[in-house]
């Protein structure tokens, strides 16, 4: 009399992969999760979208963390060597 499971596989998976993402991508999770979890969002849009958001995140956190933490000196010095490797007439055609 059962016409519809409670839950699909994947709809559960859902929920428990969603609450893995931020270790995942902290690489916290030990390797079954991430396993799991990249497994599952190879084949769920929705949750390979919510890994590859909290990846950007992570990413520009620490973009900002590293520039903030990098002292003056050592920022100087990185824009002067952009410097001298750019061509001082321009960016070329
Ligand atoms: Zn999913």
Redesign the pocket.
């Known amino acids: 009399m059962q016409d519809r499971l409670p839950l699909t596989d994947?709809e559960a998976?859902?929920a428990e992969?969603?609450a893995h993402v931020d270790d995942v991508v902290a690489m916290e999770a030990d390797a079954v999760t991430m396993a799991r979890v990249e497994a599952?969002?190879t084949r769920?849009a929705?949750?390979r979208h919510a890994l590859a958001a909290a990846r950007a995140y992570r990413r520009a956190l620490r973009r900002v963390g590293a520039s903030e933490r990098a002292p003056a000196t050592l920022r100087h010095r990185v824009l002067d060597l952009m410097h001298e490797t750019r061509d001082p007439r321009g960016p070329r055609p």
């Open positions: 994947s998976d859902c992969i969603r599952h969002a769920c929705a949750c």
